[in-house]
């Protein structure tokens, strides 16, 4: 399997803060690969620079070897990239059905939107439950699940998550990362960034560690998690 | 009775025509975040393509208002890519100023193109007067058109955002720009599309304003754009029936004002309940409660 994703001496700046420094990482296609790092460590900066949200001052982001570091952000939607952003941000005003429904915003093949729609309904009946309610009425867990829904609904070839986990309730917890690995399972590659190292090496095939913007450690995510470094670093829970 | 009917009457017609624009003020409001008052003065501009169409070259009326709208659409996305997308990222205060300078821009223009003296607009509307209960009250064509485009127009926008995927873009980027673009939403263009919808509103707004009060200047759009703005902040800022019935509320309190009690002190009644619905209710009618956003 190729590289579906490379980025490379990646250098971003928040006004005269130097917020990553060179960084450089790939995902293979059908991986899950996770970021993981404490805050401020640059992770968030990482993914919304994939995806257009903040632009890089220099290196590059390629996906299935096209350069994507200049393509404005809602173009890539319709290349199979979806984001689920940090703190979800569903559409709180309009309903579940509405936020699933602009999920699929690009797409204009009718039958095969229903097919996905009932397929995000299977992996998550709350949703379903739910279609009529308005989006901001629903707990972290469900809007969590409402944003990955959300995502699945534009067909990714590669999902890009942002603390997923975060806020919510350890049961919750293990059902998204269960789901996480599912989405994988069904062809979806994965990019992880996760605060909560635990769970998320223990579902990663590999990993990265940014720290202040740089990456300090890489590699195979179960051999990461017996690193002594990282244990007492990220682990320590 | 019958005289409060035709105030009445007159009063929902004149607030119908706030209520138009009020529409567009709201919706680029809730979707791109600033005031535009340099909407008013699309009005004027609206006012004086159909007076030139119809009144000077003599075409047909429906083609003056369907050059109105023409013209008017294209200004208003004229407008927003050269003044107001530049600043997309600057402060409010900004745009704010730079939609003044834009009102101010187009009076003057206007002034040097149409020329200083007003002229007097030929109703574009064709339809004899109603009487009702037993001819005591006479509701004019225009009135009665008014109404009906207002109603029309609430009905086909209601239906344009709820049932399209413009429309659904609409309200995505009103609550979240990032978020909206993460699902393959192009930013601009919806804002272009918002102020492309709000500027042919208003070239209806002016066309009907002008068909009932017919005069036309360069400032014709500055005082009905004002109102407009107080109907929208009346019934909920961002709130598309909070346009409608603010619009509709002020032009009936206005009409019955200057028949009731005083027509100098009309504008200013007008304000004082504003300001006492703020008080009571700082978001407007229908406006909706402001969220933090963490």
Redo the contacts between chains.
């Keep these: 399997m190729g590289k579906i994703l490379e980025v490379k001496d990646l250098n971003v700046y928040y006004g005269v803060i130097h917020a990553i420094k060179n960084v450089s990482f790939d995902v293979e296609e059908g991986e899950i690969v996770t970021l993981i790092g404490a805050n401020g460590a640059g992770k968030t900066t990482t993914l919304q620079t994939i995806?257009?949200?903040i632009s890089a001052k220099s290196g590059h982001v390629i996906y299935g070897g096209t350069d994507i570091t200049k393509t404005?952000?809602?173009?890539?939607?319709?290349m199979g990239i979806?984001?689920v952003?940090e703190?979800r941000?569903?559409?709180?005003?309009?309903s579940v059905y509405?936020n699933l429904?602009?999920?699929a915003?690009?797409r204009s093949d009718k039958a095969e939107t229903e097919a996905t729609l009932s397929m995000v309904y299977k992996r998550f009946p709350r949703l379903e439950e739910r279609k009529e309610q308005r989006a901001?009425t629903l707990s972290g867990g469900e809007q969590q699940m409402l944003a990955m829904g959300?995502a699945l609904m534009?067909h990714p070839r590669m999902m890009l998550l942002d603390e997923p986990s975060m806020g919510l309730s350890p049961i919750y917890v293990n059902e998204i990362f269960d789901i996480i690995k599912k989405i994988n399972e069904d062809g979806v590659t994965v990019l992880l960034v996760e605060q909560n190292a635990n769970k998320a090496l223990a579902i990663a095939n590999r990993a990265y560690v940014l720290e202040t913007g740089n990456i300090v450690l890489s590699g195979d995510a179960h051999k990461l998690m017996e690193d002594p470094q990282v244990k007492a670093a990220y682990l320590s829970e | 009775m019958s005289s409060f009917i035709t105030y009445l009457i007159n009063g929902i017609s004149l607030g119908s025509v706030y209520a138009i624009i009020a529409l567009g003020y709201t919706m680029v409001y809730g979707i791109a975040k600033m005031l535009n008052f340099a909407h008013g003065d699309i009005i004027m501009v609206g006012g004086f393509t159909t007076y030139y169409i119809a009144s000077v070259m003599g075409m047909p009326s429906a083609v003056g208002v369907l050059g109105a709208v023409v013209v008017c659409t294209a200004l208003g996305v004229i407008i927003e890519r050269i003044a107001y997308k530049p600043l997309r990222e600057a402060s409010s205060l900004s745009v704010l100023i730079t939609a003044i300078g834009v009102s101010y821009f187009l009076q003057n223009a206007a002034l040097i193109v149409f020329g200083a003296d007003t002229k007097s607009f030929k109703s574009v509307i064709d339809i004899p007067s109603l009487s009702l209960m037993g001819g005591t009250v006479t509701v004019s064509g225009e009135t009665m058109v008014t109404i009906l485009s207002c109603i029309i127009i609430l009905i086909g926008l209601t239906a344009f955002i709820n049932k399209t995927?413009t429309g659904?873009?609409m309200?995505?980027v009103s609550?979240?720009k990032?978020?909206?673009?993460?699902?393959?939403?192009?930013?601009n263009r919806t804002i272009a599309v918002t102020f492309a919808i709000g500027s042919a509103l208003a070239a209806v707004a002016g066309v009907l304003l002008c068909s009932s009060y017919p005069t036309l200047s360069s400032t014709t759009g500055a005082m009905p754009g004002i109102k407009a703005f107080v109907a929208a902040v009346f019934g909920g800022i961002g709130s598309i029936p909070g346009a409608m019935i603010g619009g509709i509320v002020l032009g009936i309190i206005e009409n019955l004002s200057k028949a009731y009690i005083s027509s100098q002190l009309s504008d200013a009644i007008v304000f004082a309940v504003l300001i006492i619905v703020l008080l009571v209710k700082p978001t407007g009618l229908m406006g909706?409660k402001i969220?933090e956003k963490?």
């Excluded at chain 1, 404005?72 to 319709?78: A, D, F, I, N, R």
């Design positions: 995806t257009g949200l404005p952000g809602y173009k890539l939607v319709s979806a984001h952003p703190g941000r569903v559409f709180a005003d309009l509405q429904m602009l999920g915003f690009t901001g959300r534009s | 995927k659904q873009a309200l995505a609550e979240d990032g978020a909206a673009t993460l699902m393959g939403i192009n930013v909706k969220q963490v």
